[in-house]
């Protein structure tokens, strides 16, 4: 059984940093693209960035230069380190796997984490 688990989410304050983590296990994810996304409560959910099998990451405009993901392959986990943060960056952070090197659909989903920039 195939199961995300995010962890690493809190409240920051604007200018600071975060690192949430996503624990893949049932399966091994690395060849597969895997990615964030953010929603907040009554808005459409956000893909914020991914990262597909053969290790090309993809961001979303607002966290450009700002947001890295990346995997650790021996642990089966994915990251996402924010910096600069903003208080526009505040929303539930869910990963995601899909089931083929690219990033067209995501099929597996962890139950989030919650992360609050304040101004």
């Known amino acids: 059984q195939v199961q995300l688990v995010e962890s690493g989410g809190g409240s920051v304050q604007a200018g600071g940093s975060l690192r949430v983590s996503c624990a893949a296990s049932?399966?091994?994810?690395?060849?597969?693209?895997m990615g964030w996304f953010r929603q907040i409560p009554g808005k459409e959910r956000e893909r914020v960035a991914v990262?597909?099998?053969?290790?090309?990451?993809y961001y979303a405009y607002s966290v450009k230069g700002r947001f890295t993901i990346s995997r650790d392959t021996a642990k089966n986990t994915l990251y996402l380190q924010m910096n600069s943060l903003k208080p526009e960056d505040s929303a539930m952070y869910y990963c995601?796997?899909?089931?083929?090197?690219?990033?067209?659909?995501?099929?597996?989903w962890g139950q989030g984490t919650q992360v609050t920039v304040s101004s």
């Open positions: 049932g399966y091994t994810g690395n060849k597969y693209c």
């Open positions: 990262i597909d099998g053969s290790g090309g990451t």
């Open positions: 995601a796997s899909g089931l083929t090197s690219y990033c067209s659909q995501f099929t597996y």
